[in-house]
């Protein structure tokens, strides 16, 4: 009888490439305090079938139990979360069947459903019980007024900014080549060379993710050359990818990898001369 850890388990059969149906069910998280129960069962049929001698002892590397956790019951909080108006009691009933046991005010929760952590997780039981067709439609109460952020206030001005002056904004995938830095001319000491490798690429295209959206933008500009769209001005609010070793404030980031266009309203204010409003 054996107990793996779960997290472990699925992290070595996806780095591997192989899924079983016993990755699968230890990954999912098992309950360690049955694997005495199961070693006891199987003691048992082999003496019965008398294919052995069963001995006295148990040898246990991990001899470490899960206790039964404790949660509150708090049926205005699960109402709210499902819109019902159930009771305490009815909530009990609903409980007790799947193996819950109450101690007061407080739910103890059988040692095979790690899952059980806090009220949501009460909530999400009672509903399946009740039925998810059966919860009733409700309007949202005390919703906040949400607010943009000061990230999201730039990103917002850069695009009605580049967008009035002709740029077509553009999304590019966030990973690419390191062929791509020698394509630009990139110094072989730069920082920007340090990157973030992928574990499972598609290709030698798509083996590490960008540092800098230069690349992706000069492949879009080239394509559209390609296909004699010369007038092509484009822009990306593009995410990179920093290791974390040379990772830095935003603040202190140099704006070097910028496009012209950004750089210039970022930093200095300034719209470049050769560019005119859109209509």
Known sequence: SAMFNGPSVRTTAKKIGLRTESSGRFEKGLDPNTCRRALERALELVQMLDAGDVVNGIIDVYPVTREKRRIPLRPNTINTLLGTDLSREE???????????????????????????????????????????????????????????????????????????????????????????????????????????????????????????????????????????????????????????????????DFNNYPALCEKLAVEGKTPSDLLPTE
Request: charge should be negative.
């Open 91 to 253: 909530m009990i009933n609903i409980l007790l069947p799947l193996g819950f046991e109450m101690d007061g005010d407080e739910i103890i929760c059988p040692t095979d459903r790690w899952d059980m952590e806090r009220d949501c997780d009460v909530a999400e039981e009672v509903a399946r019980y009740v039925g998810y067709n059966r919860l009733p439609s409700t309007v949202m109460k005390g919703v906040a007024q949400a607010r943009p952020t000061a990230r999201q206030d730039f990103d917002e001005l850069m695009t009605r900014t580049l967008a009035g002056y002709g740029l077509w904004e553009c999304e590019t995938f966030s990973f690419y080549s390191r062929k791509c830095f020698d394509l630009i001319n990139l110094a072989e000491n730069d920082p920007l060379r340090n990157v973030v490798e992928i574990s499972n690429p598609l290709g030698e295209d798509t083996s590490i993710m960008r540092t800098t959206a230069l690349p992706s933008l000069l492949e879009v500009v080239a394509r559209n050359y390609s296909a004699r769209a010369a007038d092509c001005a484009v822009y990306e609010l593009a995410t990179e990818y920093i290791p974390s070793p040379i990772a830095h404030e935003v603040a202190d980031n």
